[in-house]
């Protein structure tokens, strides 16, 4: 595939610029904020048009803070300009120039997949698979601390193999280097750089180690195959792949029989939701550690509020 060019000039046209603002309005809780977002949007517009058409784009600073539940991550967010302009180089340079290189098998961060997509690829592989093997095994995958071990020289020298657009570049990079490590949670840039980081990897299992039934959701991924002592092989050499990538796999990654229950985007066996086990206990685990001052109350208020959304999407 060729290196992409004139993307950057893109993210100054108005029409885009309005339709980044009215998502991020959207995607907005605050309603407080969204009626000031939405009262001084003429100033909000012109201001980013004008940054980004003379190329004096400055990244804000972040607002980092931790979430405990399902794991602790550390999540940042920025103000209403930086979003916006987050949005703009994710849909007007990062989508065209990254995404058509990415497998379709790859569900995470892309319009019309997701977490619905990669379950329904696993229950079709499932499917496939018994039909053709009867017994098969399941290599799940997970990477540790995926987006906070990225490696940035990496993924620069991986963007501009796909990008040849120095404006480009130069606003991705500014992004990439406003972090202090590896990519942040809550960017959609790192959302789209996070998908894209991995897609090396996803080659050499589909082309090198010629795995038929394969599905990923950023660093959670399966293979399905007949033996087990194939999937073993696998397993050793997508760790010394990832090596090169400098990324790790964690100690949940390990080979499941096909009538074993495995867990994968939350669900289990049958596609029962596997998040809401125990969850009475977990409760009862971070309370104790808020009474014995092992965590602060905002901690434990997080982890109470995570644990409310598991149980409203059940219903």
Known sequence: ????NNLYENTYDMNNIIAAFNEVCRNTKNKRKVRNYREYKCVYISRIYNILKEKKYVVGKYNVFTIYEPKERRIVSQALQDKVINHLVSRCILYPALIPCLIPENVASIEGK???SGLEYKKEFERICTIKYGTYYILK???SKFFASINKDILKEKI???IKDKDALN???KIIDSEESGLGIG???SQVLAVFYLNDMEHYIKEELKIKYYVRYQDDFLLFHESKEYLKECLEKIKEFL????LFLNKKSRIFKSTNNYIFLGRGKNGRYA???NVKRKIKYKRFLYESGCIPLRNFVNSIRCYESLLKDRK
């Not at 595939?1 to 992409?4: G, P, S």
């Open 141 to 143: 995958c997970d990477i």
């Open 160 to 162: 501009t193999k796909k």
């Open 243 to 246: 090596k090169k990538e400098k």
């Open 275 to 277: 998040k809401y086990r």
């Open 1 to 4: 595939m060729k290196r992409k």
């Open 187 to 189: 960017n959609m840039t």
């Open 114 to 116: 997701g977490t619905k």
């Open 171 to 173: 606003i991705i990079f």
